[in-house]
Every structure is written in C-alpha cells, then in structure tokens.
C-alpha cells in the first residue's frame, strides 16, 4: 500500500524500493530511540544514564532526517513506515531485555546486523537518498560503549558470557524469525526484494552479514 | 554534599544556590527524557508516538545545556544531580500512569508545576545561569499538545474527567510529599533556600504556583 497513491502528491513519485527503506529506516530509528530511552532506566549509574540518553537522542535526529526526506520525496511518512510497524514491534516484545547486559548485548547486536542491512540495500538507492541513508547509519557511539561495559561485566564475573551468549543467538533468531515475516508480505520490502536482484544475491547479503555479527560477537568476548 | 569540594576545580566556585538549582533542572530535564520516551511506548497512534518522542529529545537538549552550564562553572554534574535522584525517582515510582490519557495529564500538569517552581528561583541567580535556566524552562510544546489531546477524550467520553481530576490531585499530592522530603534534606536544596529568603516568600511561591495549577486544570476541563 505504502505510495501507491504518492503519485497525486509528487509528480515524479520515488521508486517503491526508496520509499520501502526509508519507511522501515524510520521506524527502526523511532523504536530504536524508544528502545535507548528505556534501557536508560535500568543503567547502574547515572553516567551509563547519560550516555544512554545521548544516543537515543542522537536515534531520534536520524528519524527526522529520514522523515525529512519522505517530506520531501513527497511520501506520507506514517503510510511508509505502516507495514514495518507489526514485525519491528513483535521483535521487540519477544526480546525484552531481562537486565542492564541484555539490553547492551541487544542494541550493540541488534543495531549493527540492522545497519549492515540498510547498509547493503542503501547502495542501490537513488541520490541523495542514498548519502542520506548511508550518513544517518553513522555509528552513534553505542559499539565502543557497550563492548567496553559487557567486556567489563565478563571480566568481571565470567559466567554471564554464557547467558550472554545464549541471548544474542536468540535475539538473531528472532530477528531471521521477523524478517521472514516482512519478506512474505506483499505490502513490505517488495521493491527492496526487487532492488536486490535475485536470491543468490540475498544469499550473499545474508552471509556478509552473519560473518560482520561473528566478528562483533567475537569483539564482545562471546562465540556466535 | 554537592559542591563542597568544588573549590578544587574553580578559582572562584559559584554559590550552593547555583548548583543546586541547575543539579535538580538537569536531573528532572532527564527523567522527563526517560518518561517521555516511555510514554511514547504508549500512544494510540504513531503521530502521537512521534510528537512525544520529539518532546523528549527537545527535554534532553535542555539537559545538555544544564549540563555544559555546570561544566562551565566547574562543578561536577554527577555531584550536582546526587541529592535529587532518590525524591525525584520516588516521585515517578509513585506516579506511573496506567494509560495514555494518565500520562499526558501527568506529564502536562508535572512539568508545568515544576518550571513554575523552577522560574520562581531562577530569577534569584546569577547570570548568565539565570538566562540559560529561563530559556530552558521554554515550551517544548507539551502544552498545547496534552490540552488538546485530553479535552478531545473527555469530549468524546464525558465520565473520564473524573478520573484524570483525582489523578493530578494525587500527582500534586504526591510532588508535596517529595518536595517536602527535598526540603529537609540538608543536602539538597539549603542553598536555594537560603536563596528565597524566609518562609513568607516561600509560601508566597507556593501559593502562586497552586494559583497557576488551577488554572492549567480549568483549560483541561478538569476541577482542581
């Protein structure tokens, strides 16, 4: 559904796979930001606090960079981001962190396999929404600050690196588990789909990407 | 605690009065962060999530700016926010709201009490802390926002009115309660006030700020 009616805002309406990305770019931004924000409330200091805070902050500039864009694409935003709302949302709930690690081990995980995702599909995009995506997946400052403290906490107390480890196995399951569900729905990332090329091509996304996530579970201190 | 060894950092160290004022600010401009962002968990619809959540990255601005003010004069911000986080953390504890329509009126009739209390001690500091605290205390447009959102439920459903009355009677009562608790504190808050004067103008302020109140709750549709 998302842009089919864009035509009678815009005179050259944006292809289906610009508006597909940039709708679940800006939603993942948005719940990324309400995810930080409340993970904020369990860190164990005020200064985890802070610096938490400051990247759901810097979350919410990229959303309205995004947002800015489909204004000016001529996309209604809310109709872009509609068919990523249910899957983002169930993966949410059925990965609610149980403690202040979890939720490091969750965004640092969760946020890089996403980046490195929009990363590869942003680069079939036209310009200038291709340097806007690419610019907006910029590191907010979340990897070195959350492999420094659950770098920490295993050194400090060795047995959580198997809970931990556990954690992201389930945390990427759940992410495959949602992204199939995005992948049969007709309404969503039809045009991304297309823009990919054909399933070997996926196949390859795929694979960089799993091996990215065994070189960060690696930096964590944890086996994939 | 706040501030006695601040002597150390600064040449000449600002007055308690200062620290304190702008350690409660930068420690509720945060925990508005916070609950902005988890109310916006809340919203009915994603431009309400939206707004909220603009709302709250506006509120941590702010924080930012408190908390380069406190950098500036030297004191620790840590330090500065210590004697406010058990008073303010009780006070949302306390105060969670239930639903959507509870959140807003909490947040609308909260945040507008304490920049009432906020402004009323601003005008006794030094510049240029007193600008910064007035500019900060600015609208971030929660206002008109939570107004409109709450006189359309009762609108549309009369019998919610009283409920949400008796709820911002408890969220004032239970502010007292802790503003009460910050007042005996010996490290929190001596220095503002000193700053006052005598108890005269205390319950002048307090007598201003409860006049304000009634009238916010008048232009939502609700009795004091």
Known sequence: M???????????PPDQATVDLLGLLA????????RLATDARMSPTIGDKIALARMAAAEFAHF???????????VDRELAMAPFIAPLTAFHN?????????????????????ADFHREIATRLPS????????????????????ERVRAAI?????????????ARRLVSEALTQAQRVGVDPDALTGLLVGVGDLDALAGIFNRIMAAHGRRMAALGLSA
């Open 64 to 74: 309205q960079a995004i947002s800015d864009e489909l204004d000016r694409l001529g």
């Open 155 to 167: 050194s400090a107390n060795p047995i959580v690196a198997g809970r931990l480890a556990l954690w």
């Open 27 to 34: 939603y993942g931004e948005l719940t990324a930001f309400e």
């Open 2 to 12: 998302a842009g089919q009616d864009s035509g009678a805002v815009s005179a050259r």
């Open 94 to 114: 059925s990965t609610a962190p149980a403690d202040w690690l979890e939720s490091l081990v969750k965004a640092y995980v969760g946020d890089n396999i996403a």
């Open 128 to 147: 200038p929404s291709r340097e806007l995506v690419l610019s907006v997946l910029g590191d907010t400052g979340h990897a070195a600050f959350a492999v």
